[in-house]
Protein backbone atom coordinates (compact mmCIF):
# COMPACT_ATOMS: atom_id res chain seq x y z
CA UNK A 1 0.00 0.00 0.00
CA UNK A 2 2.58 2.33 0.83
CA UNK A 3 4.04 2.35 -3.06
CA UNK A 4 0.28 3.18 -4.57
CA UNK A 5 0.82 5.87 -1.66
CA UNK A 6 3.85 6.96 -3.11
CA UNK A 7 2.48 7.18 -6.69
CA UNK A 8 -0.20 9.58 -6.03
CA UNK A 9 1.79 11.80 -4.01
CA UNK A 10 4.49 12.25 -6.99
CA UNK A 11 1.22 12.69 -9.14
CA UNK A 12 0.18 15.87 -7.63
CA UNK A 13 4.10 17.61 -7.15
CA UNK A 14 4.00 20.33 -9.13
CA UNK A 15 7.86 20.65 -9.60
CA UNK A 16 7.99 17.29 -11.54
CA UNK A 17 9.30 18.48 -14.88
CA UNK A 18 6.49 18.78 -17.68
CA UNK A 19 6.11 16.51 -21.08
CA UNK A 20 8.35 18.34 -23.58
CA UNK A 21 7.83 17.11 -27.35
CA UNK A 22 10.65 15.62 -28.29
CA UNK A 23 10.75 15.62 -31.75
CA UNK A 24 11.73 11.74 -33.05
CA UNK A 25 13.81 13.09 -36.59
CA UNK A 26 14.85 16.01 -34.87
CA UNK A 27 13.09 18.78 -37.18
CA UNK A 28 14.21 16.86 -40.65
CA UNK A 29 10.65 16.18 -41.39
CA UNK A 30 9.37 19.73 -40.38
CA UNK A 31 12.64 21.02 -42.12
CA UNK A 32 11.51 19.75 -45.87
CA UNK A 33 7.52 20.13 -45.38
CA UNK A 34 8.23 23.58 -44.70
CA UNK A 35 11.09 23.90 -47.59
CA UNK A 36 7.99 22.00 -49.96
CA UNK A 37 5.82 24.92 -48.70
CA UNK A 38 7.36 27.68 -49.36
CA UNK A 39 8.82 26.59 -52.83
CA UNK A 40 5.47 26.03 -53.82
CA UNK A 41 4.72 29.93 -53.36
CA UNK A 42 6.50 29.95 -56.37
CA UNK A 43 3.55 29.23 -58.43
CA UNK A 44 1.13 32.32 -58.78
CA UNK A 45 -1.53 29.09 -59.48
CA UNK A 46 -1.02 27.32 -55.83
CA UNK A 47 -1.44 31.24 -54.93
CA UNK A 48 -4.44 31.83 -56.55
CA UNK A 49 -5.57 28.37 -55.06
CA UNK A 50 -4.87 29.40 -51.76
CA UNK A 51 -6.27 32.82 -52.15
CA UNK A 52 -9.64 31.41 -54.01
CA UNK A 53 -10.20 28.72 -50.83
CA UNK A 54 -9.96 31.48 -48.60
CA UNK A 55 -6.66 30.31 -46.76
CA UNK A 56 -5.43 34.49 -46.49
CA UNK A 57 -8.26 35.19 -44.24
CA UNK A 58 -7.10 33.17 -41.53
CA UNK A 59 -5.13 35.09 -38.93
CA UNK A 60 -3.24 32.40 -38.23
CA UNK A 61 -2.25 31.54 -41.54
CA UNK A 62 -0.87 34.85 -41.91
CA UNK A 63 1.35 34.27 -39.07
CA UNK A 64 2.46 31.56 -40.34
CA UNK A 65 3.83 33.13 -44.03
CA UNK A 66 5.26 35.59 -41.21
CA UNK A 67 7.27 33.26 -39.39
CA UNK A 68 8.15 31.46 -42.94
CA UNK A 69 9.68 34.90 -43.67
CA UNK A 70 13.28 32.82 -42.26
CA UNK A 71 13.68 31.29 -45.28
CA UNK A 72 15.80 34.25 -46.68
CA UNK A 73 18.18 33.95 -43.78
CA UNK A 74 22.05 32.85 -45.53
CA UNK A 75 21.84 29.45 -43.81
CA UNK A 76 18.33 28.70 -45.58
CA UNK A 77 18.44 30.07 -48.91
CA UNK A 78 21.25 27.72 -50.09
CA UNK A 79 18.24 24.92 -49.88
CA UNK A 80 15.69 26.95 -52.14
CA UNK A 81 15.75 25.31 -55.76
CA UNK A 82 13.04 27.98 -57.13
CA UNK A 83 14.21 31.42 -55.82
CA UNK A 84 10.61 33.44 -56.94
CA UNK A 85 9.04 31.57 -53.95
CA UNK A 86 10.93 34.07 -52.05
CA UNK A 87 9.97 36.99 -53.58
CA UNK A 88 6.02 35.86 -53.76
CA UNK A 89 6.76 34.61 -49.46
CA UNK A 90 7.80 38.80 -49.40
CA UNK A 91 4.75 40.23 -51.24
CA UNK A 92 1.88 37.81 -49.65
CA UNK A 93 3.18 39.93 -46.16
CA UNK A 94 1.07 42.48 -48.09
CA UNK A 95 -2.93 42.55 -47.54
CA UNK A 96 -3.42 43.70 -51.14
CA UNK A 97 -1.55 41.23 -52.87
CA UNK A 98 -3.41 38.59 -51.15
CA UNK A 99 -6.13 40.06 -51.94
CA UNK A 100 -4.97 40.83 -55.56
CA UNK A 101 -4.52 36.83 -56.13
CA UNK A 102 -7.72 35.59 -55.51
CA UNK A 103 -8.59 37.11 -59.16
CA UNK A 104 -7.37 34.93 -61.91
CA UNK A 105 -6.89 37.97 -63.98
CA UNK A 106 -4.12 38.72 -61.77
CA UNK A 107 -3.12 35.17 -61.56
CA UNK A 108 -2.07 35.14 -65.53
CA UNK A 109 -0.53 38.22 -64.82
CA UNK A 110 2.12 37.21 -62.48
CA UNK A 111 2.36 34.11 -64.33
CA UNK A 112 2.94 35.46 -67.26
CA UNK A 113 5.74 37.97 -65.69
CA UNK A 114 7.33 35.01 -64.27
CA UNK A 115 7.56 33.22 -67.55
CA UNK A 116 9.00 36.54 -69.46
CA UNK A 117 11.58 36.59 -66.44
CA UNK A 118 12.38 33.29 -67.52
CA UNK A 119 12.69 33.42 -70.86
CA UNK A 120 15.16 35.82 -70.65
CA UNK A 121 16.99 35.58 -67.25
CA UNK A 122 20.48 34.02 -68.97
CA UNK A 123 20.36 37.23 -71.41
CA UNK A 124 19.73 39.71 -68.61
CA UNK A 125 22.17 38.12 -66.08
CA UNK A 126 24.95 37.86 -68.64
CA UNK A 127 24.76 41.46 -69.54
CA UNK A 128 25.06 42.11 -65.99
CA UNK A 129 27.46 39.63 -64.53
CA UNK A 130 29.98 39.38 -67.72
CA UNK A 131 30.52 43.18 -69.36
CA UNK A 132 32.19 42.90 -72.47
CA UNK A 133 35.10 44.68 -72.88
CA UNK A 134 35.71 47.11 -75.61
CA UNK A 135 36.79 46.12 -78.88
CA UNK A 136 40.29 46.94 -79.17
CA UNK A 137 41.72 48.96 -82.42
CA UNK A 138 43.51 47.65 -84.88
CA UNK A 139 46.01 49.01 -87.20
CA UNK A 140 44.09 49.17 -91.08
CA UNK A 141 46.90 47.58 -93.38
CA UNK A 142 48.23 50.11 -96.04
CA UNK A 143 46.29 50.04 -99.18
CA UNK A 144 48.83 49.66 -101.85
CA UNK A 145 50.82 46.64 -100.04
CA UNK A 146 50.54 43.55 -101.82
CA UNK A 147 49.86 40.03 -100.07
CA UNK A 148 53.04 38.04 -99.87
CA UNK A 149 53.26 35.82 -102.78
CA UNK A 150 53.01 32.15 -101.93
CA UNK A 151 56.24 30.11 -102.20
CA UNK A 152 56.76 28.02 -105.28
CA UNK A 153 55.75 23.97 -104.24
CA UNK A 154 57.60 20.84 -105.22
CA UNK A 155 57.89 19.88 -108.90
CA UNK A 156 59.05 16.67 -110.13
CA UNK A 157 60.74 16.49 -113.50
CA UNK A 158 61.68 13.53 -115.60
CA UNK A 159 62.82 13.14 -118.89
CA UNK A 160 59.46 11.27 -120.38
CA UNK A 161 57.19 13.31 -118.27
CA UNK A 162 55.82 16.96 -118.16
CA UNK A 163 56.66 18.81 -114.67
CA UNK A 164 53.62 19.17 -113.00
CA UNK A 165 53.42 21.26 -110.00
CA UNK A 166 50.05 20.45 -107.15
CA UNK A 167 48.41 23.71 -106.77
CA UNK A 168 48.40 25.32 -102.92
CA UNK A 169 45.48 23.69 -100.19
CA UNK A 170 43.90 27.17 -99.44
CA UNK A 171 41.31 27.43 -97.05
CA UNK A 172 37.88 28.78 -97.72
CA UNK A 173 38.62 31.61 -95.06
CA UNK A 174 41.00 33.08 -96.98
CA UNK A 175 39.66 36.47 -98.04
CA UNK A 176 41.48 38.19 -100.76
CA UNK A 177 44.44 36.20 -101.62
CA UNK A 178 45.78 36.01 -104.93
CA UNK A 179 46.39 32.76 -106.44
CA UNK A 180 49.49 32.75 -108.45
CA UNK A 181 49.12 29.52 -110.99
Not at 11 to 16: L, P, V
Not at 60 to 66: E, T
Request: neutral net charge.
Amino acid sequence: MASGQEIDDSSNNDTSPKKVYKDPDDGQQRFLLELEFVQCLANPTYIHYLAQNRYFEDEAFIGYLKYLQYWQRPEYIKYIMYPHCLYFLELLQNASFRNAMAHPANKELAHRQQFYFWKNYRNNRLKHILPRPLPEPTAAPPSNALPPPIPPTATTTSASSVPVSAPPVHSPMQYGERRII
